[in-house]
């Protein structure tokens, strides 16, 4: 019998926030059917979980006796002095956020083992990790905030080119990380520390103007058959210049994250252009599963701008459809339903190999 499976965890600074995720996926979905629980463990090894239930397991991870698991084939192996077939997988779905689990990684070792999942393709999620390459790929149809790409290659240019050309209040960021990790607000007098602090977590960092007085707003986004399925638009609520990790995941909002105002009280002229750019965006990337795109308006201009795309949203963005009537176990369903499957291989012989000419 083929299983449905669910998979978090990972190599990646939101490690917890993931098992959380799919904790949170695996007790709704049980009610509706059986689920097997795989743990990505920061060795980026597979674990089988299913038996796991209480979260706090999970706080000691040098010690979960859990047992290692082989994923090939489109099925589960108990890895031991021999394999030992554990069950064929029908699909996989993906709540890894961040590192090997949101940048196509992972996405790719699936479909090489024939393993169906729900996300979106390797090239995309690779691309949308990429704050910078993602705005390239948009911003002719899309606002983005002014920015500049720093690495440890073109520091001393990319620092003096904001030094000259930005405002002063700024936003410091990596390139590659999700959920506010390592995001500071700064000025021109401090924003180089920053970039340092970030070449520690990641390769490369992105500077941005900072919109002072800033309203952000999120909107959720699937894929069913021929149709996107627009969220309802949410406005999160902070004291904080931006959007923290501590305001997303920190505060008890049951397993929401962070206060918001659902549906955000907006314009109809604003709602439309923000539905408007979401499916764009989706489209444009060619994304799978469910995402989240976040975006800033700036009071002082009424400018929205597009901040960035989240493949794998925490708590799979339910709480956007809820709004719209779509309940957590009926998001999944049809989530699953427009899973990524592997195609089949067709190898062309062409008699290169044994040509005299070799």
Not at 41 to 65: E, P
Not at 82 to 107: F, S
Not at 296 to 301: V, W
């Amino acid at each position: 019998m083929k299983k449905k499976c669910v998979i978090f965890g990972g190599a990646s600074c939101e490690h917890d926030v993931s098992i959380i995720t799919g904790m949170q996926l695996a007790k709704k979905f049980s009610a509706k059917e059986e689920i097997e629980k795989i743990y990505l463990g920061l060795d980026n090894k597979f674990y089988l979980a299913t038996k796991v239930t209480d979260l706090k397991t999970f706080s000691d991870k040098k010690n979960l006796k859990l047992k290692e698991i082989v994923i090939k084939d489109s099925s589960i192996f108990i890895k031991g002095v021999l394999l030992k077939k554990y069950c064929e997988i029908d699909c996989v779905i993906n709540c890894c956020h961040g590192g090997i689990g949101e940048n196509g990684t992972l996405a790719g070792f699936f479909l090489t083992n024939k393993v169906s999942y729900v996300g979106s393709s390797p090239l995309s999620a690779g691309i949308t990790m990429d704050k910078t390459l993602t705005k390239k790929l948009i911003d002719k149809k899309i606002n983005t905030i002014k920015g500049v790409l720093v690495t440890k290659e073109n520091f001393d240019d990319a620092t003096k080119k904001i030094e000259k050309e930005f405002k002063d209040e700024l936003i410091v960021k990596p390139n590659s990380l999700g959920s506010s990790i390592g995001v500071k607000a700064c000025t021109k007098n401090d924003f180089k520390d920053q970039i340092l602090a970030i070449f520690e977590l990641n390769d490369d960092a992105l500077v941005e103007e900072r919109i002072v007085d800033l309203i952000e707003y999120n909107q959720a986004c699937f894929r069913d058959k021929d149709e996107l399925v627009l969220s309802a638009i949410e406005q999160p609520i902070t004291k904080s210049k931006f959007l923290t990790f501590k305001d997303k995941y920190q505060n008890n909002c049951k397993g929401k994250g962070t206060d918001r105002i659902i549906p955000a009280k907006i314009e109809k002229k604003l709602q439309s252009k923000i539905e408007k750019w979401t499916a764009e965006i989706y489209e444009t990337l060619s994304l799978g599963g469910v995402v989240r795109v976040d975006y800033i308006f700036d009071r002082e201009t009424g400018e929205l701008y597009f901040n960035e795309v989240n493949t794998i949203p925490g708590s799979m963005a339910f709480y956007l459809y809820e709004e719209k009537g779509i309940d957590y176990v009926t998001l999944i369903e049809r989530l699953i339903e427009n899973k990524i499957s592997p195609k089949e291989f067709t190898f062309i012989e062409t008699g290169i190999l044994s040509s005299k000419n070799i």
